[in-house]
């Protein structure tokens, strides 16, 4: 079994607490020493007491769901010849209440811009090499959400 780390880590600051209005500011830390500024959403905790400028947890999971698609994606490419000279994601996610009425991320829409160095893929090829980047990742594999991917060009 393989273990990740993160820690995250807030702090009130003689701010008040108990009427809410306190700041959701806080930071994410992993074991490369990379630390990220993190907040509640705006569109889930208005400003100020949000940080529009952070990372909220729900871009970083539609984020962890494109990079894993994309890495495995990367490798498969390479593995069957095909040379990839970049690969852009404008990855979506929709927040929602999802069939028990519960809000949820109902949907990541992987929508990403690939440019072949050489030889593109035949379409169904290209439709095989998602479908088993899709199978392989962990990060899709772990959600409830459906996690779809449709190609821009």
């Avoid at 490419?77 to 519960?102: C, H, M, P, Q």
Wanted: negative net charge; hydrophobic residues 45%.
């Amino acid at each position: 079994m393989k273990q990740f780390e993160a820690r995250v880590a807030w702090q009130r600051g003689g701010q008040p607490f108990l009427g809410g209005r306190y700041s959701r500011a806080h930071a994410w830390r992993f074991d490369g020493g990379l630390e990220v500024p993190a907040s509640s959403s705006p569109l889930s905790v208005p400003l100020p007491m949000s940080d529009a400028s952070a990372l909220d947890p729900e871009e970083a999971l539609v984020a962890a769901a494109s990079s894993c698609h994309m890495l495995f994606f990367l490798s498969l490419a390479a593995g069957r010849g095909f040379t990839i000279d970049s690969y852009v994601d404008e990855a979506l996610g929709f927040l929602d209440k999802d069939g028990e009425g519960r809000i949820a991320m109902t949907r990541i829409e992987l929508r990403p811009a690939i440019v072949f160095a050489g030889e593109r893929p035949a379409q169904d090829e290209l439709d095989a090499l998602h479908h088993e980047a899709h199978a392989r990742c962990y990060i899709a594999n772990s959600l409830r959400t459906e996690v779809i991917v449709v190609e821009t060009r």
